[in-house]
Structure formats: C-alpha cells, structure tokens
C-alpha cells in the first residue's frame, strides 16, 4: 500500500468552507497547491469566496501580498459542491466539515471510495481524534489529525497527531506539508483529547478562575498579570468574553459528561454567567461589560461574577 510523499502532493482537497475550511483552502493556494474546497451547497461557498476575498483583499492593500500572487493564488483555489469529482484527484484531504462524529465518519468512508490509494486523509477536528474516523475507511494507516488554528489564514501552529494506527510515512508527509503551507507543526506521538496548545489554554482559563473564585485577585488584574508579565496578547477573561463564555461552559460539561472527572465540572462563576445569559461581547457583559462601541469597562461589582472577596 503506497503512502503520499510530500513529492506525490499536488492536489489538496478541503472538505467544508466554513471558517476554518474555507481559509485552509486559501492557505493551500497560496503555497502554490492546487486547492479545492467543497461544501454541501453553493451558498456556503459564494460566502467562503466572498469572505477569502474581503480577506485576502486587506492583505495586499496593507502590502503582505502583491495582488499578482493573490490573484495567482485564486486560480488555483476551485470550490464545488462535487465531493467525489474533486476527491478522485486529491493527493492529500483536510476534512474541515461540522463537529459531527456521525458526519464525519460518512466523509471519511465517502472520502476512502473517491480517493486515489496513495491519499492522505486528516481531520482538522478540534476533539474527534483521528482514530474514532480510521475505522471508517480501508486505509487507517493513511488517517491523521492536521489541526489548525482560528484563523487559519494568520495563524501558524498546525498540531499534527497520529493514532495508533497511523503510519509513520502519514505522519512525515503531513509534517512536512504543514511547513511547505508556511505553518509550524507541534507532533503529537500519541492521542490525548484537546491536543497540546488547547490543554495549556484550558489549565490557564481553570486557573484564572480558581483565583478569581478564591478572592485572590479581580479579573482585570488576573488577565494584566498574563498580559504583561507572560506575554499573553490577551488575558483569560478577555478570551473567554471574545469567543463566547458558553462554548467554554458546553465544552466543559461535555468533557465532564466523558471523563466524570471533578476537575472538568464548570466553574460556578461561569455557570451563573451562562445562566443570566452574559456569555461576553456578544451579549454586552461577561467578565466585562462593553459598550455601544464594543469598548471594554471593568465590571464594578464583584458580587455580579458570584464572588464574595470577604
Ligand atoms: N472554529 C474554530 O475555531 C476551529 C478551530 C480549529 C478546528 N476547528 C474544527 O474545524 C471543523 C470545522 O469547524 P468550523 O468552525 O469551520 O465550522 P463551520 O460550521 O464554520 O463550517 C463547517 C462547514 O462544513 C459544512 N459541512 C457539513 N457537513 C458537510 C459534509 N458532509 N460535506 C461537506 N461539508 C459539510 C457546513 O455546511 C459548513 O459550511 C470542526 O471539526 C472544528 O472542530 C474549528
């Protein structure tokens, strides 16, 4: 059975143009791959395109990028809705569909039958490890995690994991095409839920509550101390205002719901936020309250977290 070399990779198919899939496709173009991003119907690629771009657009008016090779790069990028067509000529596929092991799973089976042997098949799943989509196909060895972060278009780290099952040839072809994309790939020898960078993120949010929760120190000066002196761009509180206070909240409930383990149940002062709805900017008040313009104000009583100092 014959593995994809970095050699063999001339064709990079995407499954998905939501926001990961979408940019990961534009990154395969613009390392000069044939690329092409397929989605379930059109309107969720005329998005993707209009987005990449706007996107794309800003890039070179700020002078990162001639247009030449914008423009270059998008004759090379293609979106269809026909997975199968598109599958037959892909040397190398980053599935970037919904969350959904089930979803997934079909993908992958779909995805085994359309492919050339030699193709390579990961996941830029955040949670499902590649081991739990192997099993759908007749090619395990040839199945990886790829992971990228949001937004793919800026961000470098690519978390590459293989399963028990993956062969140390998916693992070479996959880190190396990671680098050929212009990204800085961190190898996993072994699977481990939430990977590496999301671990420490978590055990960095976990602690800042902790703190909070005990009185030690108030949000704005818990997320000044990872500013300034870990060199954080941004403090845990903020994070969690930016991304949503929920997601974290779900994803907590849902690793708990896994492992039973205490440390997974949800901090009570993030509970009592999702439950009075202020899940951060988007609602107008998380850890801190913003204004009509977005701008951020220290929430004055503390009280309002479900923190008592006394
Ligand atoms: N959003 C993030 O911050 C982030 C970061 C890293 C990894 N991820 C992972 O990337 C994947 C996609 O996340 P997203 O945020 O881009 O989601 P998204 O909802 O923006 O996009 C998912 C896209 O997949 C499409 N889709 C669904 N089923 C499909 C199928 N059978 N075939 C083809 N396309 C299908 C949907 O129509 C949608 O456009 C997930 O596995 C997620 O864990 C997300």
Not at 47 to 55: F, Q
Not at 56 to 82: I, M, Q
Request: net charge negative; proline share 5%; glycine share 8%.
């Amino acid at each position: 059975m014959r593995t994809a070399t970095i050699e063999d990779v001339h064709e990079i198919l995407v499954v998905g143009a939501g926001a990961m899939g979408s940019q990961i496709a534009m990154v395969c173009a613009l390392a000069g791959y044939r690329s092409t991003a397929t989605d379930l119907a059109q309107d969720a690629l005329d998005r993707a395109d209009a987005e990449l771009r706007r996107r794309v657009g800003r890039t070179v008016e700020k002078g990162r990028l001639s247009r030449a090779d914008a423009d270059s790069a998008f004759d090379r990028l293609r979106l269809t809705t026909d997975l199968d067509a598109a599958a037959a000529r892909a040397d190398f596929v980053i599935e970037a569909a919904v969350e959904k092991l089930d979803v997934k799973r079909e993908v992958f089976a779909r995805l085994d039958a359309a492919t050339p042997e030699h193709t390579i098949l990961a996941t830029n799943s955040s949670t499902i490890v590649s081991s739990q989509l192997a099993g759908a196909t007749a090619r395990p060895d040839r199945v990886a995690n790829m992971h990228f972060f949001n937004p793919a278009l800026v961000m470098r780290c690519v978390e590459v994991v293989g399963g028990p099952d993956t062969s140390r040839a998916t693992v070479e072809t996959t880190v190396e095409l990671t680098r050929r994309l212009g990204k800085d790939p961190v190898v996993l020898h072994k699977e481990i839920p939430g990977f590496v960078a999301n671990r420490i993120l978590n055990a960095v949010r976990d602690e800042a509550l902790f703190l909070l929760e005990q009185g030690v120190s108030s949000v704005e000066d818990i997320d000044l101390a990872c500013r300034t002196a870990l060199g954080h761009p941004m403090g845990p509180f903020e994070l969690m205002d930016l991304t949503g206070i929920d997601i974290g909240y779900l994803a907590k409930l849902a690793r708990h719901a896994d492992s039973g383990d205490p440390r997974d149940v949800p901090s009570p002062i993030v509970a009592a936020l999702v439950e009075r709805g202020e899940l951060g900017r988007k609602s107008g008040k998380g850890f801190y309250r913003y204004d009509d313009q977005g701008r951020k104000r220290p929430r004055t009583d503390p009280a309002d977290l479900g923190t008592d100092p006394s």
